[in-house]
């Protein structure tokens, strides 16, 4: 044949392995990416529709927090026959997904609802009571737990959700020690059966105990244990009653990121520096984050509407989350320990609004 072809000359073999290995690098991570998400929608979608229940339960119910609902209806998901094979079979990754990451993000959220100038105008007689009930109530309920030989870390999240902040309190500690996830549902069940039952209880109480619309405010916030449930229950008192309990309950909930960093440098301890790779930071991403959050709340620079939006946002995902660990909840083995859990929740509620009471009564 007449004339030629130019054809450009072939690259060395190396040159072409160089060339591949990055997209196939890259593929590989997208391959991973989009495996883990066909792993975890159904979860997901379980936890998702967990949450619209409990928002529709509310609805129809206003007396059942949507809190209390999710936890409710993800232990009844987890027992009835026609889904206990799905929530425990495909739905279970995604379900562990919501009760360990969207706690974590609801805990980040929940500092943009704090201000720092608000505790600080509290004073400092207020400050030394909650101070003083949070310590008497965390260190009581985790004795009392041991004593009970409750099995885990149950007795340790149990005082950390009466002390601080109800469940979120309990999902962040439990972030960091690495508990189990059967012991984290059974003590935000326990701890949200009792705030809820508070919603009832206290406001009976206000009058027959000789307090004003503040004072009350004041016992509520220091002795409920979820923001939610401390707003339903003050506000039965007056718009001076939410704000006082409001304000003493941000106080409670700012010791959140300091008991966490404690208890992470004791699990720390604890582990050893030949166990390096499971020991926690020592300040938790997550806990980096609700401090972050809580500084930009007290800048005052935050728009009201994006608070608001941060809010919502922040109940939805820990609805999601307390569905998620209902779901892990097992009833037959929940009977084993069922009487010692009832009984020192009881405890704990008794000491805590027996303390709270006594501290308000003296710094009124």
């Not at 926690?280 to 930009?296: C, T, W």
């Amino acid at each position: 044949m007449s004339g030629s072809t130019d054809l450009p000359a072939p690259r060395p073999v190396a040159a072409r392995a160089r060339s591949r290995a990055p997209r196939t690098a890259r593929h590989r991570r997208i391959g991973r990416w989009g495996a883990g998400v066909r792993r975890d929608a159904p979860g997901l979608a379980v936890a998702a529709a967990g949450v619209a229940l409990a928002e529709a339960a509310h609805a129809l119910v206003p007396a059942v927090p949507v809190l209390t609902a999710a936890v409710v209806l993800g232990v009844a998901s987890a027992h009835l026959p026609g889904l206990r094979a799905v929530v425990r079979g495909a739905a279970r990754p995604g379900l562990g997904v919501a009760a360990r990451r969207l706690m974590r993000s609801a805990i980040v959220l929940l500092g943009l609802q704090l201000s720092l100038s608000q505790v600080l105008g509290l004073g400092g007689a207020t400050t030394l009571m909650v101070l003083g009930v949070v310590a008497v109530t965390f260190l009581g309920t985790w004795w009392l737990g041991e004593r009970l030989g409750l099995p885990g870390d149950r007795p340790l999240l149990v005082a950390t959700g009466y002390s601080i902040c109800g469940a979120s309190a309990i999902g962040a500690v439990s972030q960091v020690t690495g508990s189990d996830d059967e012991d984290v549902a059974d003590s935000v069940a326990v701890v949200t059966l009792c705030g809820t039952l508070a919603i009832a209880v206290l406001p009976l109480l206000h009058h027959p105990l000789g307090l004003t619309a503040v004072s009350f405010g004041r016992w509520v916030g220091a002795s409920v244990h979820d923001v939610g449930q401390v707003v339903a229950a003050a506000q039965t008192a007056g718009p001076a009653a939410l704000a006082a309990a409001v304000l003493v309950k941000l106080v409670r909930v700012v010791l959140l990121a300091p008991l966490v960093a404690v208890l992470a440098a004791r699990v720390r301890r604890r582990r050893g520096a030949g166990d390096a790779a499971r020991r926690p930071p020592l300040v938790p991403l997550f806990v980096a984050g609700f401090l972050l959050m809580v500084l930009l709340g007290s800048t005052g620079r935050i728009p009201p509407g994006v608070v608001a939006l941060a809010a919502t946002l922040q109940g939805l995902l820990l609805a999601a989350a307390l569905f998620a660990l209902g779901a892990s909840v097992h009833l037959p083995s929940l009977t084993r320990t069922g009487g010692r859990m009832a009984a020192l929740g009881l405890a704990s509620w008794i000491t805590i609004a027996g303390v709270s009471y006594a501290g308000v009564l003296l710094t009124a």
